[in-house]
């Protein structure tokens, strides 16, 4: 069954929905969001992510230590941990609605409409995941940039820079919010109530116009000219 431009977008979305939430998980679960570098000892480096800090010591091994209450942590990295949670399963439930409206999913008894209004709000989803992941990704990315310009600071006093993790949740939430926009999108192409080719029934060939009812009577025709007998 050949799809249709609406359904080949509709696929394409799904995929970008799925790796956008797979980047977020990644992200959410990655130490590197922080990055400290001491010119002391260039073999050490030391990484910060929202639930961990870890020492990575070049020839040695990597030493990880959670930390033991979010209330000493800084107020990003507090309010980063709820939203990029939250983006999961934002994320994860616009996946299963926008997948059920797509015409990847055939059910008969799902109205086209129905199929519309779940794109709709599943791509709405998409686009708020989007919006839990690019957030606190950029307010770290933020207090990270002011702590390295502070001139309080001596200079001598190592300063924390980018982490890989932050570069991953910013591809996370373009890609979430490409979806979201592609759904609905895709849900508006089409008049409301007018099915695609793919959500059409099987089409019933035309019947033959039925014979013109007669009323009993019969006329005589006139005979040709140049009919010879």
């Not at 001596?154 to 570069?167: H, K, N, Q």
């Not at 060939?205 to 039925?210: F, G, L, W």
């Amino acid at each position: 069954m050949a799809w249709s431009f609406r359904g080949k977008t509709q696929l394409g979305a799904l995929l970008l929905s799925f790796l956008g939430w797979v980047c977020s998980c990644v992200t959410t679960a990655l130490p590197q969001w922080k990055t400290l570098n001491l010119e002391l000892n260039k073999m050490e480096t030391w990484i910060m992510g929202l639930w961990e800090v870890c020492v990575n010591q070049e020839e040695v091994a990597t030493v990880c230590k959670a930390f033991e209450s979010s209330l000493s942590l800084p107020q990003e990295l507090q309010i980063s941990r709820i939203l990029m949670v939250a983006s999961h399963g934002l994320g994860f439930l616009g996946l299963l609605l926008s997948g059920f409206g797509s015409e990847c999913y055939q059910f008969h008894r799902i109205r086209w409409v129905f199929k519309s209004q779940l794109c709709i709000l599943g791509g709405t989803l998409e686009a708020s995941a989007s919006v839990t992941t690019l957030f606190p990704v950029s307010w770290v990315a933020y207090t990270t940039i002011q702590d390295f310009w502070d001139d309080s600071i001596p200079e001598i006093v190592p300063r924390w820079e980018f982490g890989d993790a932050l570069y991953l949740g910013w591809a996370a939430g373009t890609c979430l919010a490409l979806s979201g926009l592609l759904l609905i999108f895709t849900a508006c192409l089409e008049k409301e109530g007018v099915p695609s080719p793919q959500m059409a029934g099987p089409t019933v060939p035309p019947s033959r116009a039925p014979a013109e009812d007669s009323d009993g009577s019969f006329h005589l025709l006139p005979r040709p000219r140049n009919l010879a007998i």
